[in-house]
């Protein structure tokens, strides 16, 4: 059984970082194009950050030159760094593995940027 989990989530002031984390079990992610979608209360799912499994990556426009995607297949881990955080930014978010006609999900970690 494949699962993801995503952790690093929390509280954090305008202008801070949060650091996210997808540990996934039940398979090898090396295979993968991995992402990080997020869902905003009364909004839809949008793709923040996706690597491919050749490493090349594609940001949003809004969190390009602030987040950055990173892979470790080693430890079958998927990051996504996220410096100068707006309240914008507050949302669940979500890890995705893709491959061919395959998805699976996380259950989201929660960011919250306030003051």
């Known amino acids: 059984q494949v699962q993801l989990v995503e952790s690093g989530g929390g509280l954090v002031q305008p202008g801070g970082s949060l650091r996210l984390s997808c540990a996934t079990s039940?398979?090898?992610?090396?295979?993968?194009?991995m992402a990080w979608y997020r869902q905003a209360p009364g909004k839809e799912r949008d793709m923040v950050a996706s690597?491919?499994?050749?490493?090349?990556?594609n940001y949003a426009g809004s969190v390009k030159g602030r987040f950055t995607i990173s892979r470790d297949n080693a430890k079958n881990t998927v990051y996504l760094q996220m410096n100068s955080l707006k309240p914008e930014d507050t949302a669940v978010y979500y890890c995705?593995?893709?491959?061919?006609?395959?998805?699976?999900w996380g259950q989201g970690t929660q960011v919250t940027v306030s003051s």
């Open positions: 995705n593995a893709h491959w061919v006609v395959v998805d699976y």
């Open positions: 039940g398979t090898t992610i090396s295979r993968y194009a």
């Open positions: 690597i491919t499994s050749g490493g090349s990556t």
